[in-house]
C-alpha cells in the first residue's frame, strides 16, 4: 500500500467458530459462523487511526485506508498522546498453538453422539430435568504484515466445553456444571474431546447436582476459606488481572467498567498479597487458552512476574501504556477481532504454586469452608469490593471435609483479601481454566482469556449461602 | 448512494438469487446486520482511539426434514463474491445437517409477513465534536465514547416473509470527572442538535459541583433509598439474564419465579411489560416473528407471562409471544408511578440516594437475590437534603422485596437508555424506566 502516512499495519483475521451443544439429548445450538476482516491501522504525526472492513475486495480495502488516513490526520489534532515509532517493533514470526489432531477430525456424527450420550450421563440423577452438553471449537488464523516489515503470522485452535445439570425437588433448583459456565477452555486439538473422560464428568455433575438439593445453605459466618482452582480462576480475573490493566490505571477505562485502586506509585511498593502471592503473566504456557507469540503492537510475549512474594512489580501494558505511564509491562496490545482496535488485555494470569498438598491445606484448617466452581461475580469498578458466589461447597472441620452446602458466596476486599492468603497448594494441583468473554473497552470487546491456579487457603473470610 | 441503499440494493438481489438454489424440502431464513459506524473513544477530553467498522454479516437457517441449522457469514457487500461463499456455505450445511438427529422441538420457519421501519437521521459533523473537546480539554475531565452511523437488520425467508428495519443514531456516552468523583451521562439521538448536548453537560457540571463535599463511610444495614431512572434502570441488565424467561421459569432458574407462582406478593405499583412502541428495536425476532407492540409481564403486581419463543411454547405447550430465542428482554419498560421527580429527596427524607449501580450479578437466584454496586453519583440524604457524596457501597437484596413490600412509589416521569453496547456488533434497543422510592434496601460492605 501506497498511504501518506508515517506508518501502516494491515490485519487480517478469519475465525470459524462452531457451537455444538444438546439439550436432554436432543439438538440445542448448532451453529457454525465463519467470519473474515481487515483492519487498517495508520499512524499520521504519532497519532493511530483504524479502519475495520469485511469487505476484502480491493475496493473495500482501499476505501478502508482511505478514511484510516483522513481520521489519523482528523483526530491527531486532539490526541491524547503522540507516540513514538517504537511502540510498534519490527519483529517477525510465527505462533501455531498446541494441537495433536485437527479440530474437524471428529465428525459432527461423532461430536452428536458423544453430546447425546453426555445428555445421557448428566440425567443419571432423577432428580436431573434438565441436561445441557457441548462443545464450541474455534480456528483462528491471524496476520499482520506492516509498512516497517513485521510480519507476523499466529494460527490457533481452541476448544471450550460446558456440561450442565439441572436438579430439582419441589420448588428447589440446583445447578451444578463442568467447573463452571464455559470454565473449561484451552488451546487444543480434537485430542481433547475425550468421550470416556467426559461421560465421568457427567455423572460425577449428576450426582452433585442432585445432592446440592438436599443440602442446607452455606452458612452466614467469619471462617477460613479454600477456593479451589476453578474458583481462584474469577477470583486472579477480577481482583488481580483488571485493576493491573495500565490502560484502566490511566484512565481509558472510566467511562466502562471503571478505573483502578492501584496507583502508579505502587508498583514495586505495594504490599498486594501475603508473601504466597506469587502471580505470573505468562502466555507461553502449553495448551493455556491465552498463550500467544506477540501481542498486536508485534511485541514478542513472554513469561514476567507481576506480583512476587506480594509485592506488586508490574502492570499489565502493553508498548502504548508504558510509553505513557513509564511504568513495566508485558506484551498484552490485542484485540477481540478485525473489527476493534487494540487495547490492554490480560492473556493467562496465572498464580504459581507453592508447597502443600491439598490434603494437607484441609488438614490444617480446623473450621472452614471449601468451595467449588464460580457461578456469580461483581466487583466494584476501583476493583476493591467483590462477592464471588459458587456451586459447591463443603464444611471443613477439624481437618476434615464433611457437610456439603448449597449457595456458597463469599465476599471481601482486594488487598485485605490476598493479605489473608494462608496456604497454597503445589504443582500437581494446578489446573487451567479461562473465559472466552472477558469483556472491556469502548467499543466493547469481549477477548479470551486464560487462568492457572493451584488450591489457596484464605483466613478470616465473610461467607453465606442463600435465601431471602 | 447511501450506505443503506447500496445495502437495501444488495440485500435484495442476495435473497433472491439464493431462494432459486434451494432443493425439495428446503426452506432457508436470512438474517443480516449491516452498520458503517463511527466510534471516537476519549480520555481527559483528547482522543485516544478512533475507529471506522463497515462491517455486514448475515445468519443463514435452512430447515429441511425435521432438522435446522443456523450458520453466519461475513459479506463483503459484493453480489457475486458473496453469492459465491452464501452458495458453499449452504452446501456445507446441508452436509451438516445429515448428520444432526431430527428435533423434537424444531420450530418451522414460516411467512410472518413484511414490515419496515426507518429511523433516519443526520450523521454528525466532525467539527463539532473537535471543537467541543478542543474548547473543554483543559478544564473538563471528560472520559467516554462517541459513536455514529447507520445499523441495519432485516429478516427474510424463501415463504416470501421480508423484515426490514434501518437506523441512523448518534450516542455520546461519558463520565465526567472530579478526581475520584464522577457522574455520568449520555446524549444519544437521531439528529445532534449542539444546544441540547451543551445543556446536558452543563447538567452533568452541575450535578459534579454536588459532589466536592468529603465522602461520607456508610456502615453495612438496611437504608431508605431512592434509585434514579439510571439505577433503575441498571435492574434490567441483570433481570435480563433469565429474569424474563419462560423456559428459566420451567427449569427453576427464573429469578422472579416466586412472585410468578404466586408464593411472594408484588406491589400493585410495579407493572413491567415488553414495549415494542418505544420504537428503539425492531420487533421481529431472528425467525422473523414479530412480537406484539406491548407484551405485559407484571401488571400492577400481578404476574401476566414471561417471554416466551415458539420452540419453548412448544416444549412447554404454552402460548408463545414470539420473544426472541433466548428469551431476553429487548425493550423492557417499567411503567411510572405517582411520584413527583422534584419531590423524590422530600419522599426520601433520611436514607440514600443512587444515581446509578455497577456490575449486578444473581447472589441467589431461588429468592430473587442479587448483588451489586453503587456507582457515579450517590450520596447521603438528610431530611431531603443531600448532605455528602458516599463512599461505593456492595448490595445484595432481593428483586422480590424491592418490587414488592419495599416499594414506596415510583416517579411519575421516566428516562429512555439506548443501548451502548458494542460487543461484536453494534447494540441496538434500549430500555424505559422511572425513579424508584425504596423503605428499605440491604447494603452489606
Request: one cysteine or more.
Given at each position: 500500500?501506497?498511504?501518506?502516512?508515517?506508518?501502516?499495519?494491515?490485519?487480517?483475521?478469519?475465525?470459524?467458530?462452531?457451537?455444538?451443544?444438546?439439550?436432554?439429548?436432543?439438538?440445542?445450538t448448532?451453529?457454525?459462523?465463519?467470519?473474515?476482516?481487515?483492519?487498517?491501522?495508520?499512524?499520521?504525526?504519532?497519532?493511530?487511526?483504524?479502519?475495520a472492513?469485511?469487505?476484502?475486495?480491493?475496493?473495500?480495502?482501499?476505501?478502508a485506508?482511505?478514511?484510516?488516513?483522513?481520521?489519523?490526520?482528523?483526530?491527531?489534532?486532539?490526541?491524547?498522546?503522540?507516540?513514538?515509532?517504537?511502540?510498534?517493533?519490527?519483529?517477525?514470526?510465527?505462533?501455531?498453538?498446541?494441537?495433536?489432531?485437527?479440530?474437524?477430525?471428529?465428525?459432527?456424527?461423532?461430536?452428536?453422539?458423544?453430546?447425546?450420550?453426555?445428555?445421557?450421563?448428566?440425567?443419571?440423577?432423577?432428580?436431573?430435568?434438565?441436561?445441557?452438553?457441548?462443545?464450541?471449537?474455534?480456528?483462528?488464523?491471524?496476520?499482520?504484515?506492516?509498512?516497517?516489515?513485521?510480519?507476523?503470522?499466529?494460527?490457533?485452535?481452541?476448544?471450550?466445553?460446558?456440561?450442565?445439570?439441572?436438579?430439582?425437588?419441589?420448588?428447589?433448583?440446583?445447578?451444578r456444571?463442568?467447573?463452571?459456565?464455559?470454565?473449561?477452555?484451552?488451546?487444543?486439538?480434537?485430542?481433547?474431546?475425550?468421550?470416556?473422560?467426559?461421560?465421568?464428568?457427567?455423572?460425577?455433575?449428576?450426582?452433585?447436582?442432585?445432592?446440592?438439593?438436599?443440602?442446607?445453605?452455606?452458612?452466614?459466618?467469619?471462617?477460613?476459606l479454600?477456593?479451589?482452582p476453578?474458583?481462584?480462576?474469577?477470583?486472579?480475573?477480577?481482583?488481580?488481572?483488571?485493576?493491573?490493566?495500565?490502560?484502566?490505571?490511566?484512565?481509558?477505562?472510566?467511562?466502562?467498567?471503571?478505573?483502578?485502586?492501584?496507583?502508579?506509585?505502587?508498583?514495586?511498593?505495594?504490599?498486594?498479597?501475603?508473601?504466597?502471592?506469587?502471580?505470573?503473566?505468562?502466555?507461553?504456557?502449553?495448551?493455556?487458552?491465552?498463550?500467544?507469540?506477540?501481542?498486536?503492537?508485534?511485541?514478542?510475549?513472554?513469561?514476567?512476574?507481576?506480583?512476587?512474594?506480594?509485592?506488586?512489580?508490574?502492570?499489565?501494558?502493553?508498548?502504548?501504556?508504558?510509553?505513557?505511564?513509564?511504568?513495566?509491562?508485558?506484551?498484552?496490545?490485542?484485540?477481540?477481532?478485525?473489527?476493534?482496535?487494540?487495547?490492554?488485555?490480560?492473556?493467562?494470569?496465572?498464580?504459581?504454586?507453592?508447597?502443600?498438598?491439598?490434603?494437607?491445606?484441609?488438614?490444617?484448617?480446623?473450621?472452614?469452608?471449601?468451595?467449588?466452581?464460580?457461578?456469580?461475580?461483581?466487583?466494584?469498578?476501583?476493583?476493591?469490593?467483590?462477592?464471588?458466589?459458587?456451586?459447591?461447597?463443603?464444611?471443613?472441620?477439624?481437618?476434615?471435609?464433611?457437610?456439603?452446602?448449597?449457595?456458597?458466596?463469599?465476599?471481601?476486599?482486594?488487598?485485605q483479601?490476598?493479605?489473608?492468603?494462608?496456604?497454597?497448594?503445589?504443582?500437581?494441583?494446578?489446573?487451567?481454566?479461562?473465559?472466552?468473554?472477558?469483556?472491556?473497552?469502548?467499543?466493547?470487546?469481549?477477548?479470551?482469556?486464560?487462568?492457572?491456579?493451584?488450591?489457596?487457603?484464605?483466613?478470616?473470610?465473610?461467607?453465606?449461602?442463600?435465601?431471602? | 448512494?447511501?450506505?443503506?441503499s447500496?445495502?437495501r440494493?444488495?440485500w435484495?438481489?442476495?435473497?433472491?438469487?439464493?431462494?432459486?438454489?434451494?432443493?425439495?424440502?428446503?426452506?432457508?431464513?436470512?438474517?443480516?446486520?449491516?452498520?458503517?459506524?463511527?466510534?471516537?473513544?476519549?480520555?481527559?477530553?483528547?482522543?485516544?482511539?478512533?475507529?471506522?467498522?463497515?462491517?455486514?454479516?448475515?445468519?443463514?437457517?435452512?430447515?429441511?426434514?425435521?432438522?435446522?441449522?443456523?450458520?453466519?457469514?461475513?459479506?463483503?457487500?459484493?453480489?457475486?463474491?458473496?453469492?459465491?461463499?452464501?452458495?458453499?456455505?449452504?452446501n456445507?450445511?446441508?452436509?451438516?445437517?445429515?448428520?444432526?438427529?431430527?428435533?423434537?422441538?424444531?420450530?418451522?420457519?414460516?411467512?410472518?409477513?413484511?414490515?419496515?421501519?426507518?429511523y433516519?437521521?443526520?450523521?454528525?459533523?466532525?467539527?463539532?465534536l473537535?471543537?467541543?473537546?478542543?474548547?473543554?480539554?483543559?478544564?473538563?475531565?471528560?472520559?467516554?465514547l462517541?459513536?455514529?452511523?447507520?445499523?441495519?437488520?432485516?429478516?427474510?425467508?424463501?415463504?416470501?416473509?421480508?423484515?426490514?428495519?434501518?437506523?441512523?443514531?448518534?450516542?455520546?456516552?461519558?463520565?465526567?470527572?472530579?478526581?475520584d468523583?464522577?457522574?455520568?451521562?449520555?446524549?444519544?439521538?437521531?439528529?445532534?442538535?449542539?444546544?441540547?448536548?451543551?445543556?446536558?453537560?452543563?447538567?452533568?457540571?452541575?450535578?459534579?459541583?454536588?459532589?466536592?463535599k468529603?465522602?461520607?463511610?456508610?456502615?453495612?444495614?438496611?437504608?431508605?433509598?431512592?434509585?434514579?431512572?439510571?439505577?433503575?434502570?441498571?435492574?434490567?441488565?441483570?433481570?435480563g439474564?433469565?429474569?424474563?424467561?419462560?423456559?428459566?421459569?420451567?427449569?427453576?432458574?427464573?429469578?422472579?419465579?416466586?412472585?410468578?407462582?404466586?408464593?411472594?406478593?408484588?406491589?400493585?405499583?410495579?407493572?413491567?411489560?415488553?414495549?415494542?412502541?418505544?420504537?428503539?428495536?425492531?420487533?421481529?425476532?431472528?425467525?422473523?416473528?414479530?412480537?406484539?407492540?406491548?407484551?405485559?409481564?407484571?401488571?400492577?403486581?400481578?404476574?401476566?407471562?414471561?417471554?416466551t419463543?415458539?420452540?419453548?411454547?412448544?416444549?412447554?405447550?404454552?402460548?408463545?409471544?414470539?420473544?426472541?430465542?433466548?428469551?431476553?428482554?429487548?425493550?423492557?419498560?417499567?411503567?411510572?408511578?405517582?411520584?413527583?421527580?422534584?419531590?423524590?429527596?422530600?419522599?426520601?427524607?433520611?436514607?440514600?440516594?443512587?444515581?446509578?449501580?455497577?456490575?449486578?450479578?444473581w447472589?441467589?437466584?431461588?429468592?430473587?437475590?442479587?448483588?451489586?454496586m453503587?456507582?457515579?453519583?450517590?450520596?447521603?440524604?438528610?431530611?431531603?437534603?443531600?448532605?455528602?457524596?458516599?463512599?461505593?457501597?456492595?448490595?445484595?437484596?432481593?428483586?422480590?422485596?424491592?418490587?414488592?413490600?419495599?416499594?414506596?412509589?415510583?416517579?411519575?416521569?421516566?428516562?429512555?437508555?439506548?443501548?451502548?453496547?458494542?460487543?461484536?456488533?453494534?447494540?441496538?434497543?434500549?430500555?424505559?424506566?422511572?425513579?424508584?422510592?425504596?423503605?428499605?434496601?440491604?447494603?452489606?460492605?
Amino acid at each position: 500500500m501506497n498511504l501518506p502516512v508515517d506508518y501502516w499495519a494491515l490485519k487480517r483475521v478469519q475465525e470459524k467458530t462452531t457451537h455444538w451443544f444438546f439439550r436432554n439429548e436432543k439438538p440445542d445450538t448448532n451453529t457454525k459462523s465463519v467470519d473474515i476482516g481487515y483492519m487498517i491501522e495508520v499512524m499520521v504525526n504519532g497519532h493511530f487511526a483504524y479502519a475495520a472492513t469485511s469487505d476484502f475486495t480491493e475496493a473495500g480495502l482501499k476505501t478502508a485506508a482511505n478514511k484510516a488516513v483522513s481520521n489519523a490526520k482528523l483526530y491527531g489534532q486532539i490526541a491524547l498522546t503522540n507516540f513514538p515509532m517504537t511502540v510498534r517493533p519490527v519483529n517477525q514470526g510465527e505462533y501455531v498453538s498446541p494441537r495433536r489432531s485437527e479440530l474437524d477430525s471428529v465428525s459432527k456424527k461423532e461430536l452428536s453422539d458423544i453430546m447425546v450420550q453426555a445428555c445421557r450421563e448428566l440425567k443419571k440423577s432423577s432428580k436431573v430435568i434438565e441436561s445441557y452438553a457441548g462443545a464450541i471449537f474455534i480456528e483462528t488464523d491471524f496476520q499482520t504484515v506492516t509498512s516497517h516489515g513485521a510480519r507476523i503470522h499466529q494460527n490457533f485452535d481452541l476448544i471450550t466445553t460446558d456440561f450442565r445439570a439441572i436438579a430439582q425437588d419441589k420448588t428447589e433448583t440446583q445447578t451444578r456444571t463442568f467447573n463452571g459456565m464455559r470454565g473449561n477452555c484451552m488451546q487444543a486439538g480434537a485430542e481433547a474431546i475425550d468421550a470416556k473422560s467426559i461421560y465421568e464428568t457427567c455423572r460425577t455433575i449428576s450426582d452433585e447436582a442432585e445432592q446440592l438439593l438436599f443440602a442446607p445453605n452455606c452458612p452466614t459466618m467469619e471462617t477460613d476459606l479454600l477456593l479451589a482452582p476453578d474458583v481462584m480462576l474469577i477470583q486472579i480475573h477480577e481482583s488481580i488481572g483488571h485493576p493491573l490493566e495500565v490502560d484502566r490505571i490511566l484512565g481509558d477505562e472510566r467511562n466502562y467498567a471503571g478505573w483502578s485502586f492501584v496507583q502508579p506509585k505502587d508498583f514495586g511498593t505495594l504490599k498486594y498479597g501475603s508473601d504466597l502471592m506469587n502471580i505470573t503473566f505468562d502466555p507461553t504456557v502449553e495448551g493455556e487458552f491465552a498463550s500467544y507469540g506477540y501481542d498486536e503492537s508485534g511485541a514478542k510475549a513472554e513469561r514476567l512476574y507481576l506480583i512476587e512474594k506480594g509485592v506488586l512489580k508490574r502492570g499489565l501494558g502493553g508498548l502504548e501504556s508504558q510509553h505513557r505511564s513509564k511504568l513495566p509491562g508485558v506484551a498484552n496490545f490485542r484485540s477481540s477481532s478485525w473489527n476493534r482496535a487494540p487495547i490492554d488485555r490480560m492473556a493467562n494470569i496465572n498464580l504459581e504454586p507453592g508447597a502443600e498438598t491439598m490434603e494437607q491445606l484441609v488438614a490444617r484448617t480446623e473450621k472452614g469452608i471449601l468451595m467449588r466452581a464460580n457461578c456469580s461475580w461483581s466487583i466494584d469498578d476501583y476493583r476493591n469490593k467483590f462477592q464471588f458466589g459458587n456451586e459447591w461447597a463443603q464444611e471443613i472441620k477439624d481437618g476434615k471435609l464433611g457437610q456439603i452446602f448449597k449457595n456458597p458466596n463469599y465476599r471481601g476486599s482486594t488487598v485485605q483479601f490476598w493479605n489473608s492468603l494462608a496456604g497454597v497448594s503445589n504443582a500437581d494441583t494446578l489446573k487451567s481454566y479461562g473465559s472466552p468473554y472477558c469483556g472491556k473497552g469502548e467499543p466493547n470487546q469481549a477477548i479470551r482469556v486464560g487462568h492457572r491456579a493451584p488450591y489457596c487457603l484464605f483466613k478470616n473470610i465473610a461467607v453465606f449461602g442463600g435465601g431471602a | 448512494m447511501s450506505f443503506q441503499s447500496d445495502i437495501r440494493s444488495w440485500w435484495n438481489q442476495l435473497t433472491i438469487k439464493l431462494n432459486a438454489e434451494l432443493k425439495t424440502g428446503e426452506v432457508l431464513g436470512l438474517s443480516l446486520h449491516a452498520e458503517d459506524t463511527e466510534f471516537v473513544r476519549f480520555n481527559g477530553c483528547l482522543v485516544r482511539q478512533n475507529t471506522v467498522v463497515k462491517q455486514i454479516a448475515v445468519d443463514f437457517q435452512l430447515q429441511n426434514r425435521q432438522r435446522s441449522l443456523t450458520y453466519s457469514l461475513g459479506m463483503t457487500g459484493h453480489l457475486d463474491v458473496d453469492f459465491d461463499q452464501s452458495l458453499a456455505l449452504i452446501n456445507d450445511m446441508r452436509k451438516d445437517m445429515e448428520l444432526l438427529p431430527e428435533d423434537p422441538l424444531f420450530v418451522p420457519l414460516q411467512n410472518n409477513g413484511t414490515s419496515e421501519k426507518s429511523y433516519p437521521g443526520t450523521a454528525v459533523p466532525s467539527e463539532s465534536l473537535i471543537a467541543f473537546l478542543k474548547d473543554n480539554q483543559k478544564t473538563m475531565d471528560l472520559a467516554g465514547l462517541f459513536c455514529q452511523g447507520p445499523v441495519i437488520k432485516a429478516n427474510c425467508n424463501s415463504l416470501s416473509q421480508n423484515h426490514w428495519f434501518e437506523t441512523q443514531s448518534f450516542y455520546f456516552d461519558y463520565s465526567l470527572f472530579d478526581g475520584d468523583r464522577a457522574v455520568k451521562g449520555n446524549y444519544a439521538g437521531q439528529v445532534w442538535e449542539n444546544e441540547k448536548f451543551q445543556a446536558q453537560i452543563s447538567q452533568s457540571k452541575n450535578f459534579l459541583s454536588l459532589m466536592k463535599k468529603e465522602k461520607r463511610k456508610i456502615q453495612p444495614g438496611n437504608y431508605r433509598v431512592y434509585m434514579a431512572p439510571g439505577a433503575t434502570a441498571e435492574l434490567f441488565s441483570i433481570m435480563g439474564w433469565d429474569g424474563f424467561s419462560e423456559a428459566a421459569y420451567r427449569k427453576g432458574t427464573n429469578g422472579l419465579q416466586k412472585a410468578a407462582r404466586g408464593e411472594v406478593k408484588l406491589s400493585p405499583k410495579f407493572s413491567l411489560i415488553e414495549n415494542f412502541k418505544l420504537g428503539l428495536t425492531p420487533s421481529f425476532n431472528s425467525l422473523g416473528e414479530v412480537a406484539p407492540d406491548e407484551i405485559p409481564i407484571f401488571e400492577n403486581g400481578q404476574f401476566r407471562q414471561f417471554l416466551t419463543s415458539t420452540k419453548s411454547a412448544l416444549e412447554y405447550k404454552t402460548p408463545t409471544n414470539n420473544a426472541a430465542i433466548q428469551e431476553y428482554p429487548r425493550s423492557p419498560d417499567l411503567k411510572p408511578g405517582s411520584l413527583q421527580e422534584k419531590e423524590a429527596l422530600k419522599a426520601l427524607g433520611t436514607g440514600i440516594y443512587l444515581s446509578n449501580l455497577h456490575y449486578l450479578n444473581w447472589s441467589d437466584r431461588q429468592t430473587g437475590r442479587i448483588t451489586g454496586m453503587t456507582r457515579y453519583a450517590c450520596f447521603w440524604v438528610e431530611n431531603g437534603e443531600i448532605i455528602a457524596p458516599i463512599q461505593d457501597m456492595r448490595f445484595d437484596e432481593s428483586l422480590l422485596n424491592i418490587f414488592g413490600a419495599d416499594l414506596v412509589d415510583l416517579t411519575t416521569n421516566t428516562e429512555t437508555f439506548t443501548s451502548t453496547s458494542s460487543y461484536e456488533k453494534r447494540d441496538i434497543g434500549g430500555c424505559r424506566a422511572p425513579g424508584m422510592l425504596l423503605s428499605r434496601f440491604q447494603f452489606t460492605l
